[in-house]
């Protein structure tokens, strides 16, 4: 064992290899594969009840998985009981003992490991230290904030030096500023200690700030594993567009050849789409919001696609201005970036939506 | 930090109405009559000279020297210890059984929880002689099986059995209570950091668990060391709550002795909870915490069911041991030297709805109005504390809390010595009117009314009082037309135990019963009791006192059931 907290093991790799998993009828996860490479920040996100907190479970021993195996290192633990796997778990609730101190709850896993008492009380001030709460070693956690008590949860769980480290929405339980600056934290940490990580969220803000690659779970089944740019940029089906950020999900059909190429919505409006774009059969017509502009009814820029409209509703967000843009029956979402003397849309006003057919997309329904 | 000085506007507006001064006025006047009054009476006559009021610790240093008081201290502490340790063997099995295993014997352990409340255990006492007394039906087996006999019953061993029996659910229902608001996160945390079997038990679960623990072992520890009843019925004398009573009673109210011990009785029951209180402090974790959903549960492995279901039948038979007795033996004819009654009759029913139905109309009556005053005054002290800013409201709770700590025998003492000098105009003494048990038994069950109110004014949301009120409705009237309405659940749940608990009583009211006629049911089981012809309708009493409190508190649980599912249907708060 080593002496100090800072990563002396070797950063290990997490794999987890056709998992499936069920409640009964329920079935929870849905043939998972997923490789996490040493020394990662990786996320599970997804909306509640989409599996991603099972599979973290899964991983610390939790939940037993009906197919499939969990490896860490290359060695298979699906077989091993929770204290035998040597992953730490951050707790959404924490789970701090109330009747221990803090510097007893961060001893406990030294402890139960048979570690050297002269060596636990060095690692547990390691730990602390790392966290910033040394001076409140001898506190009940009760008597904590908190933003103080996920850290004793974090320095409690790294204490021990695990292979791996598992964070189940370590973040839901703090307020908005607090998120903010304990996410930077994390990070900080986990960039220090080199420790694979992987972080369950369902709020995509924090994903995307804080790791390296993520995966987007829904309905227990992994839509898409990438870099947060990736994912946003190129979304990979509908739920991944809705759920990373906003878009215009438009459904239709591809109607007419040549220059009369169109992407007919409702039987009406019609998008032009030049020839050399491949549409596949039952595609949906994606675009956010910012990647869209208006300008005046009269105007024609070159190079883009346009349509008239008519501006239908306005929100102010600070720094753009989102106008609910109506063409025919369909309405779409157009952010413009808002300064001072910006001349404004009137609501009832004919506009023309205009588009890069480069920032479209196309993606199955 | 500094204190924020309240502004005085604000002071004003949550300053008290007339009303509710007067309201604090009386009753604050009613406890300190009927509570602080007897009790200050009995600890001011212990420490006086006979016949005068010389400050004295004469009467100390008597019970000191006494060879008698001195083990009957003894054995009141003894016995206590005994039925704490022996309800704990009792309780830890069946508490771990229903919260750490998936297991369908958990239903029937929890209605246990209940068994307690619908017996008195002098009641049990008595059946128990029936079937585990020297000559009782298991010691007949035994001796025609083994030639041995055991002595479950004689002595002190009697009164341990009978009240470890009888009290073991209080730790139960306390620790299984204490056990489920585990969050389960709690116990994951320790595995994934290594701990698992029994060190996880023993670091994590146990001491989570032991503020539930405590709190039902003391309350069994102070149960018992102030039972009266039960060491009498099993002739014991040597005891401390039957020498106070046997010394007022026999040598005479002036003796200075009884007072001695109740003093003796309270310092212990105060000891006792204060010690619980102690190592309680600061241990008050409410460890259900967002997670919740207490410890996982596993399924057993064939033989562990086994051995499960062996444990809770063998609990369960004894448990109800006392009560299948009883109803034995109020359909015996003659139940001597044999396992199982010589022959059935219906007589000491007959006998009890005939010339003994007096006992149970005026526990009816007694109950009643006991269970009515406490949940009046349970209303008013509750609003009193939670809804206004009038200074020194937390005494009224205090107080009427307090009467936890007064052993119902001491409160009989105090009764019978403060209010024998008072008479009527008609010459009959105050202590021997039948309202003073009534009194006597509203002060006992008052704290568990109060609890009950308290917490069903708590839930209550204080906007909706607030919207009352800004829709015009005085103070008075928001109380009538808004609290009282959505209190009406557990104002009922609290009239019910009161009544139910009332009815059984005895520590109390065997002090103040100065005739026949105006006798409770307890009182009367207890005069049956005694004698060998009289088990027959006692027992025949008993199942009537059982079945009387058994419906009640069914009847509460469906009250509170009914009124829980009405609100949470109705509005959300």
């Not at chain 1, 070693?137 to 996920?150: D, F, K, V, Y």
């Not at chain 2, 009922?492 to 006629?517: H, K, P, R």
Request: net charge positive; proline share 5%; with cysteine.
């Amino acid at each position: 064992m080593n002496a100090t907290v800072s990563l002396t093991r070797p950063a290990v790799s997490v794999a987890i290899e056709g998992v499936n998993l069920s409640y009964g009828d329920n079935h929870v996860l849905k043939d998972i594969d997923l490789a996490i490479e040493p020394g990662e920040f990786f996320a599970f996100l997804g909306p509640s009840g989409c599996g991603k907190t099972t599979l973290l479970r899964l991983i610390a021993g939790f939940n037993r998985a009906d197919t499939g195996r969990v490896t860490i290192g290359g060695r298979d633990i699906s077989s091993l009981p929770p204290w035998k796997r040597d992953v730490g778990m951050v707790f959404q609730s924490y789970a701090l003992w109330p009747h221990m101190s803090v510097r007893r709850n961060v001893a406990f896993g030294l402890e139960e490991r048979g570690v050297k008492r002269a060596e636990i009380e060095r690692r547990v001030e390691a730990a602390l230290d790392l966290v910033g709460l040394g001076h409140l070693a001898e506190r009940r956690p009760s008597q904590l904030s908190g933003g103080q008590q996920q850290r004793v949860a974090v320095a409690r769980t790294i204490a021990v030096e695990p292979k791996v480290l598992l964070l189940d929405e370590p973040l839901s339980n703090l307020d908005a500023k607090m998120r903010v600056q304990v996410r930077r934290e994390l990070r900080d940490l986990q960039q220090r200690l080199g420790l694979t990580t992987i972080f369950v969220t369902h709020d995509q803000e924090e994903a995307n700030t804080i790791c390296d690659r993520i995966a987007v779970m829904n309905d227990g089944v992994v839509q898409q594993v990438g870099t947060p740019m990736e994912l946003y940029e190129h979304p990979a089906n509908l739920f991944v567009a809705g759920f990373l950020g906003t878009a215009n999900i438009l459904k239709g059909r591809v109607v007419g050849s040549g220059a009369e190429r169109g992407f007919e919505i409702d039987g009406q409006v019609r998008f032009p789409v030049a020839a050399g774009v491949a549409i596949p059969e039952g595609s949906a017509l994606v675009f956010r919001p910012q990647h869209a502009s208006l300008v005046d009814a009269n105007e024609a820029p070159e190079g883009a696609l346009t349509l008239p409209c008519v501006i239908a509703n306005r929100e102010f967000l600070g720094a753009s201005i989102r106008y609910g843009a109506r063409i025919g029956a369909t309405e779409v979402s157009v952010d413009m970036p808002f300064q001072s003397g910006t001349d404004l849309f009137e609501i009832g006003s004919a506009a023309r939506l205009t588009l890069r057919p480069r920032s479209l997309h196309w993606l199955p329904v | 930090m500094t204190a924020v000085p309240t502004t005085p506007s604000r002071a004003r507006a949550f300053s008290a109405t007339p009303g509710q001064i007067a309201l604090a006025l009386a009753i604050a006047a009613f406890l300190l009559v009927f509570l602080v009054l007897p009790v200050a009476t009995v600890i001011y006559v212990a420490f006086t000279e006979k016949g005068t009021s010389t400050f004295t610790l004469v009467n100390f240093h008597d019970f000191v020297r006494s060879e008698l008081f001195m083990r009957s201290l003894w054995n009141s502490f003894y016995v206590s210890a005994m039925s704490v340790a022996f309800a704990s063997v009792l309780a830890l099995p069946l508490a771990y059984l229903t919260t750490r295993f998936a297991f369908r014997g958990a239903a029937i352990v929890q209605t246990l929880g209940f068994l307690p409340l619908i017996m008195p255990p002098f009641v049990g006492a008595v059946a128990m002689q029936l079937f585990f007394g020297r000559n009782g039906s298991i010691n007949l087996l035994l001796d025609d099986w083994l030639g041995v006999k055991i002595d479950f019953m004689e002595g002190l061993n009697g009164v341990i059995f009978v009240q470890s029996v009888h009290y073991f659910p209080f730790i139960l229902v306390n620790l299984s209570a204490a056990l489920r608001n585990i969050d389960r996160a709690m116990e994951e945390a320790a595995q994934n950091l290594g701990s698992s079997g029994f060190r996880l038990f023993r670091r994590i679960v146990f001491p989570l668990a032991l503020p539930g623990y405590l709190a039902g072992a003391s309350l069994v520890f102070v149960k018992v060391f102030d039972d009266l009843a039960t060491p009498l019925l099993l002739n014991v004398k040597d005891m401390l709550a039957p020498q106070a009573y046997l010394r007022v009673t026999s040598i005479g109210i002036a003796d200075p002795m009884g007072y001695v011990i109740s003093v003796v009785l309270i310092i212990a029951s105060v000891l006792a909870m204060w010690l619980s209180a102690l190592a309680l402090r600061g241990r008050d974790y409410a460890t259900t915490q967002r997670g919740g959903g207490g410890l996982a549960r596993r399924v057993m492995r064939p033989h562990e069911a086994v051995l499960g279901y062996g444990v809770v039948i063998l609990i369960l038979a004894l448990v109800l041991a006392p009560h299948l007795a009883l109803l034995l033996l109020s359909f015996a004819t003659i139940w001597s030297f044999s396992p199982l009654p010589d022959a059935y009759t219906l007589a000491h029913y007959g006998r009890v709805f005939g010339e003994s139905s007096l006992y149970i109309k005026n526990t009816l009556i007694y109950a009643m109005l006991a269970g009515g005053i406490d949940i009046v005054l349970g209303v008013a002290i509750a609003y009193l504390v939670l809804r206004t800013r009038l200074v020194g409201r937390e005494w009224l709770d205090w107080m009427a809390t307090a009467a936890l700590a007064v052993p119902g025998v001491v409160l009989g003492i105090g009764y019978l010595r403060t209010f024998y000098g008072i008479t009527l105009p008609d010459g009959t003494p105050l202590a021997a009117l039948w309202i003073t048990i009534v009194l006597a038994l509203a002060i006992r069950r008052l704290p568990y009314a109060l609890r009950a109110c308290h917490a069903a004014l708590q839930q209550i949301s204080v906007s909706l009082e607030e919207a009352a009120e800004n829709l015009g409705a005085t103070k008075a009237r928001t109380v009538r037309r808004i609290v009282v309405p959505l209190m009406t659940g557990g104002i009922l749940a609290g009239f019910v135990t009161s009544f139910a608990t009332a009815a059984v009583e005895l520590s109390a009211t065997l002090m103040l019963v100065q005739s026949n006629s105006d006798a409770p049911l307890a009182y009367g089981l207890y005069v049956f009791m005694q004698s060998a012809a009289g088990r027959g309708p006692g027992a025949a009493l008993g199942v009537v006192a059982v079945l009387l409190v058994a419906a009640c508190t069914y009847l509460s649980h469906l009250i509170v059931e009914r009124s829980q599912k009405a609100k949470g249907s109705g509005h959300r708060p």
